[in-house]
């Protein structure tokens, strides 16, 4: 039997991967953790190749696993990219859209997406700002902008919130540097302080530095001044180019700071054009979170 037989597995070794366990794949799966189990022995079986180590903690890539995850990603997003261009061919919109969001999401989401935007309505009009997520939600409420990606939204008068897809943070470090190089410094998000000081309180990280951005967080970990603690959407990049790697230790009660991606619009919004970004942006990430 061929690899090609086997596509369909893919996705559930992805997400297994990226889960950092196979419980956790299996539940991002929606299969039993037996199934994923067979799932994985299946793909090593038919390459004839170890893909993962498992441990109590978790799953670790070997290097012929590490190769089939950055093919059968490149496989599931350019069949997702077709699925998403065969479905909206002649399509005819126009308009000008006003987009809030944050940072990290701007830099891995969004270029693919107005991309493919330019492609399947080239009429329209994309304009973009970046800022806090409350703040954004603010800009929103306010008719600054038309529409809201943002993490966690609060509940306020007048606004639709649906969401997306929930994101998790895991432990990460330079994938260049053996781990015994990498110092027992942990990098993080400042505004996870009080979090992250009580998880890692029986860890010995007496040095810590703390960032007001995911993204210096991640260019730190790079550089392998220290291990990261990233949300697992914001480090995919950095695994991908061999700058990343997850850390053994990655526990369950990193679970209490999954954070819920969501969009945001006027629930009194009618216009055609916004409501067709609404349905392809909630479509397209709803693809790219999964892939």
């Not at 609060?154 to 540097?177: C, N, Q, V, W």
């Not at 990280?205 to 993204?215: G, R, T």
């Amino acid at each position: 039997m061929k690899l090609t037989d086997h596509i369909q597995k893919f996705q559930h070794f992805i997400n297994v991967v990226e889960a950092g366990s196979i419980s956790k794949g299996s539940l991002k799966s929606f299969i039993t953790q037996p199934q994923m189990t067979k799932n994985i022995k299946q793909l090593e079986e038919v390459t004839s190749k170890k893909l993962l180590v498992r441990s109590r903690e978790g799953v670790k890539l070997t290097p012929s696993g590490l190769l089939l995850y950055k093919h059968a990603k490149n496989v599931i997003e350019t069949t997702n990219s077709l699925d998403l261009e065969l479905q909206n061919q002649n399509i005819n919109q126009a308009g000008h859209i006003k987009i809030g969001t944050y940072d990290s999401i701007a830099r891995y989401f969004f270029p693919d997406f107005i991309k493919y935007i330019n492609k399947v309505a080239p009429s329209m009009k994309i304009s973009m700002t970046t800022n806090k997520s409350d703040q954004i939600q603010k800009q929103l409420q306010s008719g600054e902008l038309d529409i809201a990606v943002i993490v966690d939204a609060k509940k306020r008068k007048g606004i639709l919130i649906e969401e997306i897809y929930t994101d998790s943070f895991l432990l990460y470090s330079a994938k260049m540097h053996n781990m015994a190089d990498v110092p027992e410094r942990l990098i993080y998000f400042n505004k996870l302080e009080n979090d992250v000081r009580e998880i890692f309180s029986q860890e010995p990280y007496e040095e810590h530095i703390k960032c007001d951005n995911i993204e210096t967080v991640k260019a730190l970990t790079e550089q392998g001044l220290g291990h990261g603690f990233l949300p697992t959407k914001v480090a995919r990049n950095g695994v991908l180019k061999n700058k990343l790697k997850m850390h053994p230790l990655n526990m369950e009660k990193f679970d209490q700071l999954d954070h819920k991606i969501n969009f945001c619009m006027k629930s009194s919004e009618n216009k055609k054009e916004v409501l067709f970004i609404k349905n392809e942006i909630s479509r397209y990430l709803k693809i790219w979170s999964s892939s």
